[in-house]
């Protein structure tokens, strides 16, 4: 099977292809723009493999995926391009719709073009994966409740709302032309590779450098947090094996508080890295309350019963088994860490103009 995995130098996207390559007897074209959150070096573990390839390709380029498809000739594409960071399209929402609404559209056309080339046989076994986010339901505060795949679309954020539209485009050229697709909706990933300007590296390394350690309003926002190579198992496993046309949510039952979740990785810390910046006595008393977000939504968390049922997936990592590995993990790649830039992602972000 040949798959092409979109955004696949990201967090999310490049465990898709280790796992892939890892795992599978499967080849893996890697397409990415190498935006901000776009990392080689995320791949560098399967990077000399004879099965997986790399192309710079941004996805609102159609003339450029219509010569890949065409090169190509993938059985499947996961769909991972897309704008995500929160406090990002609060600032700056125009390349949210650009990336995840327009390049969304561009690829679903790139790839019913391709799809309808092909033989009868071919086109009843491809598959357009789109992956999303469990943001797209909105807020579950107040309400004692999980998301399901049922549950009403209420998006807060300009983050949000575009990966609602694109989630919207997706079920409408199933439902119009037919391309055989699926889409799920995830809980908040963490794990190896991850962008520092998310919550859980940005503490990691703001901790080790005797930095503030920036904790929104009270703390109390709650999020099912999903080991992200779990999270590639699940995926996998839906476009090899789910159902055209159905939505699976995938969440790692672990629901935390915000500032649980950094009092955690503090405690680790202490632990691991008992020698502290000068000055330092405990890594909790870097914890520094900062104004909430705008439209910060309360509470996440996924009913994730269905993809059980219907493909044998559960997540095999706890919070407190993944968080140590995470932790572990970034205290034994600072070369990684040193690829991104300096200064692009320690500043506070999300705060309206």
């Keep these: ?94 390349a949210f719709v650009q990336t995840n609404v327009v390049g969304t559209y561009t690829l679903l056309e790139a790839a019913r073009r391709y799809w309808l080339s092909l033989a009868e046989d071919k086109k009843a076994d491809f598959r357009f994966h789109h992956i999303s986010t469990d943001e797209v339901y909105g807020d579950l505060h107040g309400v004692d409740d999980l998301f399901t795949e049922e549950t009403p679309y209420s998006p807060s954020s300009p983050y949000s709302a575009t990966k609602a539209a ?58 099912d947090w999903l080991y992200v190579e779990d999270h590639a198992r699940a995926l996998y496993k839906v476009v090899t094996e789910g159902k055209i046309g159905e939505t699976y949510n995938i969440g790692g039952h672990n629901e935390r508080q915000n500032i649980d979740v950094v009092n955690t990785i503090c405690d680790l810390l202490e632990e691991l890295v008992p020698q502290k910046p000068e000055g330092i006595k405990h ?7 900062v104004a909430d977000r705008p439209g910060h939504d309360k509470r996440y968390a996924i009913d994730a019963s ?42 506070r972000l999300g705060l309206t103009k």
């Excluded at 609102?60 to 995926?65: I, K, P, R, T, Y």
């Excluded at 919070?319 to 500043?347: C, D, H, M, P």
Aim: net charge negative.
């Design 166 to 223: 694109s989630d919207h485009l997706v079920r409408a050229w199933t439902r119009t032309y037919g391309l055989p697709t699926l889409v799920t909706n995830c809980s908040n990933n963490y794990g190896p590779y991850h962008f520092p300007e998310k919550l859980i590296p940005l503490i990691i390394l703001n901790a080790l450098a005797g930095k503030p350690l920036p904790v929104y309003g009270k703390g109390d926002q709650i999020r």
């Design 283 to 289: 890594y909790r008393d870097l914890i520094t309350w």
């Design 306 to 347: 269905k993809i059980d049922r219907e493909l044998g997936w559960k997540p095999e990592e706890t919070f407190e088994s993944g968080i140590r590995k995470t932790v572990e993990w970034y205290l034994q790649n600072f070369e990684w860490v040193n690829t991104i830039k300096a200064g692009t992602w320690t500043e």
């Design 1 to 94: 099977m040949k798959i092409i995995v979109t955004g696949g130098a990201g967090f999310i996207g490049s465990a898709v292809a280790r796992n892939i390559i890892k795992n599978t007897q499967d080849s893996v074209l890697v397409i990415d723009n190498l935006s901000y959150a776009g990392n080689l070096a995320s791949l560098a573990p399967v990077s000399d493999h004879s099965r997986y390839r790399f192309a710079q390709i941004d996805i609102c380029d159609a003339e450029a995926l219509n010569a890949i498809f065409a090169d190509y000739q993938p059985d499947a594409i996961m769909h991972l391009a897309a704008e995500s960071h929160v406090d990002r399209s609060i600032d700056g929402p125009g």
